[in-house]
């Protein structure tokens, strides 16, 4: 969850939840303006929140991931940020 703020994982939800849920991973990076690093960064820590599942350069949007959506900013700060404490 490297260089990952609720902005960058909420930025990413949302652009998925616009291309219907479901999107190839170069796709994304390019709508995104992302360096492939910063990409990565944003994906894994989706997938490690349960937001995102990634099959065959697939990248699809989870249960998980519309609640995050639902939820308060502040929220979803707090929960990015106890993940990457989990992950040190």
Same mark, same amino acid.
């Given at each position: 969850?490297?260089? /990952?703020?609720? !902005?960058?994982?909420?930025?990413?939800?949302? =652009?998925?939840? !616009?291309?219907?849920?479901?999107?190839?991973?170069?796709?994304?990076?390019?709508? %995104?303006?992302? $360096? %492939?690093?910063?990409?990565?960064?944003? =994906?894994?820590?989706?997938?490690?929140?349960?937001?995102?599942?990634?099959?065959?350069?697939? /990248?699809? =949007? $989870?249960?998980?991931?519309?609640?995050?959506?639902?939820?308060?900013?502040?929220? /979803?700060?707090?929960?990015?940020?106890?993940?990457?404490?989990?992950?040190?």
């Amino acid at each position: 969850m490297e260089n /990952v703020d609720a !902005d960058s994982l909420l930025g990413f939800l949302k =652009l998925l939840l !616009d291309f219907g849920g479901r999107a190839h991973i170069g796709e994304l990076a390019k709508s %995104l303006h992302l $360096t %492939l690093d910063e990409f990565y960064h944003v =994906l894994n820590a989706a997938e490690g929140l349960g937001a995102v599942k990634l099959q065959d350069n697939q /990248v699809a =949007l $989870t249960r998980r991931g519309l609640d995050i959506l639902r939820m308060k900013f502040g929220d /979803v700060h707090h929960m990015v940020k106890l993940r990457a404490e989990e992950l040190i």
